[in-house]
C-alpha cells in the first residue's frame, strides 16, 4: 500500500481500518489482532496500534486486558442515545455552517449533495458511506466550533455502521441521501433556518430507522 504523504500513517490506519469496521468486513463480535490487520491493510505495528487505541475510544473496538480486541457489537439502544446527542450537536453544526461557510465551501456542499443524489441513483452504498463521513467533515470545518466537530467525529462512525447494517432491509439509501442532500444544499445557501430544520428531519428519520431495527430483533 502506498503512503500518502501528506496524511500521517497512524490517520491512514484508522482510515482504513474505520472503513473494514463500518462495511461490516470486520464483523461485529469478532476477534482482530495487530499482525492481522497489518497484513490487511500493509501498515505497520505501530500506526496499527495507535488506530486500534482511537477505535477504542469511539467504541468500535473493546480491548480487553489478557483476553485480546474484539469488534464492538451493534447496540440498538445506544443508537437511540446517540441520536439525542446528535440531534442536539447537528443542528447547531448545521445552522452555524449556513451561517459560516466560505463562497467556496458552499459550492463543495451544492457538488456534494449532488454526488449523493447520484450514489442514490446508483445504488452505490458504499460509495454514500465515503460522501457521509466527507459530508460530517465538511460541516465541522464550515461550522468553525472545533469542540462540536471533535462529537461530530467521535460518534459518527457508529451510527454509520449501524446504518450499512440495516439499511438494505428497508431501501434506505435513496431516502438518506436525500435527507443529508437537504442539509447540504441549505448550508449552500446560507439559511441557517432551512440547514437547522433539515438536520432535525434526518435525526427524525434515523430514529424511526433505528426503533424499526430495535423492533425488528424483538
Known amino acids: 500500500m502506498g503512503a500518502n504523504p501528506g496524511i500521517s500513517l497512524t ?3 484508522y482510515t482504513r481500518i474505520e472503513e473494514l469496521i463500518v462495511t461490516l468486513q470486520l464483523p461485529p463480535g469478532g476477534a482482530v489482532s495487530e499482525g492481522e490487520l497489518c497484513a490487511q491493510t500493509g501498515f505497520g505495528r505501530t500506526p496499527v ?15 480487553l486486558p489478557r483476553r485480546g480486541m474484539f469488534v464492538t457489537e451493534i ?11 446528535r440531534r442536539e450537536v447537528e443542528r447547531l453544526m448545521a445552522a452555524r455552517a449556513a451561517r459560516q461557510a466560505t463562497p467556496q465551501e458552499r459550492n463543495r456542499f451544492r457538488t456534494q449533495a449532488e454526488k449523493m443524489d447520484r450514489a442514490a441513483r446508483d445504488d452505490d452504498d458504499e460509495g454514500f458511506l465515503a460522501l457521509d463521513k466527507a459530508f ?14 471533535t462529537s461530530m467525529e467521535q460518534w459518527n462512525p457508529l451510527s454509520r ?11 434506505d439509501l435513496p431516502r438518506m441521501a436525500a435527507l443529508h442532500a ?30 424499526a431495527a430495535l423492533d425488528a430483533g424483538r
Do not use: K
Not at 460530517?136 to 472545533?146: F, H
Not at 455502521?161 to 431501501?171: L, T
Not at 447540504?184 to 440547514?195: C, E, F, L, Q
Open 11 to 13: 490517520e491512514q490506519a
Open 49 to 63: 496500534r495507535e488506530a486500534l487505541q482511537r477505535l477504542a475510544r469511539q467504541r468500535l473496538v473493546n480491548i
Open 75 to 85: 447496540n440498538v439502544e445506544t443508537q437511540l442515545q446517540l441520536l439525542d446527542l
Open 136 to 149: 460530517n467533515a465538511m460541516v465541522g470545518a464550515a461550522c468553525r466550533n472545533p469542540f462540536a466537530r
Open 161 to 171: 455502521r449501524f446504518w450499512y447494517q440495516h439499511h438494505r432491509n428497508v431501501g
Open 182 to 211: 437537504a442539509v447540504a444544499r441549505a448550508i449552500a445557501d446560507g439559511d441557517p433556518d432551512a440547514a437547522a430544520q433539515a438536520s432535525d428531519a434526518l435525526i427524525n428519520h434515523l430514529e424511526g430507522f433505528t426503533r
